[in-house]
């Protein structure tokens, strides 16, 4: 490999504090496949400093009108107390993103109203929910005042990990409702903001661990996933009819709202500001695609072995479709002597911490997983996604089955785990048949992008192209 793109994909990993503790108290869990992270947000910070090409192209891209990231406006002119500005001048933040300075706005006025906000992937969604609910905590009384829900255990840990840096300059207090987590016979639940997965949350709620008295905040993350009756949605429901009807702020993000969920979403949250995107703006420009023609199934596993060097040059996630598909090829990578981890819904709760939290720190490179963490996870030294298994609709069906769909939803959550922020990032889809070529030109189309084709067996052209991709 040569070296010149080392100083983008290496940058200096701290290792992140233990997110909040847990201990538990096991309830059945509903989420779907997930991953997750630990976000030492001053790593991040550290990545942007330190690199001038990253540092560049962060500062080019806020100025740029046409951006995401860019915003007229300071975090002072948003109206935020002075301690969270601290906690963000803290990260590392110096501007907002576009959708951090329109939403905050509209967020923080009096009297509260309801938000259905889109923007793409890796473009600050989090931040601007996790500051509302900040700025509308009255620490003075030590009650649950907000409430904040997403479709993993992996997620819930990154957002918290969030609420804690931003409000470290507050006496925030909080809690998690995940799986395991909260010591045995906890009976009462005081913290002013409790983040979790919707199970756990309602299990929460029935016994009245938590009063939701005082709750006058509700976010959903990943908020068409978490709405969708295919997806969290009954479970998400059951949350909402237990928090109380009047007085709460419903909020509402993503980076996707297909048609089917957008109507039930307006119900869900009432006469709501909206942001929203239109299709062709869905996917990031930083985020090259690319296709690798294989032969077959077997082939597959080949090419995915013959580019891991590539996938090591920074970090790399692996999609299958299927558990036992990453369960599979990481235990023949494995055994064939190459570094790899697997993740997926069917490990345990503390393994899954395990697993995630290694990633994140950067000891494993790459992640073999399902769509347990194609939603939301965000670690900057991703810079490779592989569709080892093209995304279909119906996660459990019949990948071989005719009508098997492409899901694009997914397929815009699982590239976007790369190119966070501005940085850049490069996804390969494997397809392998007259089936799986037409899934991925559904998708070509359906997002009006093109993707381009690597051959598989010329290798050094292969890093080339790569390697422009992410200059
Ligand atoms: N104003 C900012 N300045 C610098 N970095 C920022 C700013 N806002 C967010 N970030 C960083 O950008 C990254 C992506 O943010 P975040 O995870 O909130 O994206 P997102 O929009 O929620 O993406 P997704 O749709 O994938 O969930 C994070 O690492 C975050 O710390």
Redesign the pocket.
């Known amino acids: 490999m040569e070296k010149d793109a080392d100083g983008f994909y290496t940058p200096r990993l701290e290792a992140s504090a233990p997110l909040a503790q847990a201990e538990s108290k096991g309830t059945k869990e509903e989420e779907e496949e997930q991953p997750e992270p630990i ?1 030492s ?1 001053s790593s ?1 910070t550290d990545l ?1 400093a330190s690199t001038f090409e990253v540092t560049v192209t962060l500062a080019d891209q806020q100025t740029d009108p046409n951006s995401p990231l860019f915003s007229a406006k300071t975090f002072e002119e948003l109206g935020l107390h002075q301690d969270l500005l601290k906690g963000l001048y803290d ?7 576009k ?2 300075e329109r939403a905050l706005p509209l967020l923080l006025a009096n009297p509260p109203q309801n938000m259905i906000g889109q ?1 793409q ?7 601007a929910f996790v500051l509302t609910m900040l700025s509308r905590v009255d620490f003075s009384k030590n009650k649950t005042q907000a409430l904040c829900l997403a479709p993993s255990r992996e997620l819930a840990r990154q957002i918290m990990s969030v609420v804690v840096a931003m409000g470290k300059f507050t006496p925030v207090q909080t809690e998690y409702a995940i799986k395991d987590n909260l010591p045995k016979g906890t009976s009462r639940i005081t913290a002013h903001i409790v983040v979790g997965t919707p199970g756990t949350m309602t299990d929460l709620l029935r016994r009245k661990v938590i009063d939701t008295s005082e709750v006058k905040v509700f976010v959903l ?2 908020a068409d996933n978490m709405l969708d009756q295919d997806g969290l949605g009954d479970q998400t429901l059951r949350v909402k009819n237990l928090i109380p009807r009047t007085g709460v702020q419903i909020i509402l993000f ?2 996707t709202f297909p048609d089917h969920v957008r109507n039930f979403a307006s119900k869900f949250a009432p006469s709501a500001n909206k942001i929203e995107l239109q299709r062709e703006e869905l996917s990031v420009e930083g985020i090259r695609q690319f296709y690798m023609d294989c032969r077959n199934e077997d082939h597959k596993y080949d090419i995915l072995v013959s580019l891991y060097q590539l996938l090591t040059i920074g970090q790399s996630i692996i999609f299958c479709q299927h558990r036992h598909t990453a369960d599979r090829i990481s235990q023949r990578m494995s055994a064939e002597g190459h570094k790899v981890a697997s993740l997926h819904g069917a490990k345990d709760a503390g393994e899954r911490d395990a697993i995630i939290d290694n990633f994140r720190e950067g000891r494993d490179k790459v992640l073999i997983t399902t769509n347990v963490i194609a ?2 996870i ?1 670690i ?1 030294q991703v810079n490779m996604v592989v569709n080892y298994d093209l995304p279909l609709m119906n996660e459990r069906g019949n990948q071989h089955s005719h009508d098997a769909r492409p899901d694009v939803e997914t397929y815009i ?1 699982r590239i ?1 785990r790369t190119g ?2 501005g940085r850049k990032g490069i996804s390969i889809n494997f397809v392998h048949d007259r089936q799986t070529w037409s899934q991925m030109e559904e998708i070509e189309k359906t997002l009006g992008k093109k993707i381009i084709r690597i051959e598989t067996n010329d290798l050094e052209e292969m890093e080339k192209k790569m390697k422009k991709a992410l200059k």
Request: charge should be positive; proline fraction near 6%; aromatic fraction near 6%.
């Open positions: 976000p947000s991040r942007i990260l590392g933040f110096s501007k907002p993103s959708i951090q923007s992937s890796g473009t600050g969604k989090t931040a993350d990943e993503s980076a939603r939301g965000d900057m959550h976007g966070r922020f």
